[in-house]
């Protein structure tokens, strides 16, 4: 029923920049907050940034603040996460996913509700 589809990783040098996009679809008009995890490998998965479809709110994890951000289109059914300055420890599957609550379940995965496949960034030294 809900779907979530993430695209735009791929192989970077370690300062260079990537764009992902997850496009959402199926979900109910309560669903609030769609935003981005990361997982790399032998680390658990942590949430990046996340966006309120009602208000705009935004979250992002302290390690990224100031080189991602989260966006999304007029129609709210697609969000974007704009990675500058990428670092080699930030080589990780990243998971699109959506809760029906606020951002603050970006903090930790257990309160999102769907998950999309994942996308996989590389950034190499």
């Known amino acids: 029923e809900v779907q979530l589809v993430e695209s735009g990783g791929g192989l970077v040098q370690a300062g260079g920049s990537l764009r992902l996009s997850c496009a959402a679809s199926?979900?109910?008009?309560?669903?609030?907050?769609i935003g981005w995890f990361r997982q790399a490998p032998g680390k658990e998965r942590e949430g990046v940034s996340c966006?309120?479809?009602?208000?705009?709110?935004?979250y992002y994890a302290d390690s990224v603040k100031g080189r991602f951000t989260i966006s999304s289109n007029n129609a709210k059914n697609t969000v974007f996460l704009q990675m500058n300055s990428l670092k080699p420890e930030e080589t990780a599957v990243y998971y699109c996913a959506v809760t029906y609550g606020s951002t603050w379940y970006c903090q930790a995965d257990h309160g999102m509700d769907y998950w999309g496949k994942g996308t996989l960034v590389t950034v190499s030294s």
């Open positions: 199926g979900f109910t008009f309560d669903v609030d907050t």
């Open positions: 966006i309120s479809r009602s208000d705009g709110n935004t």
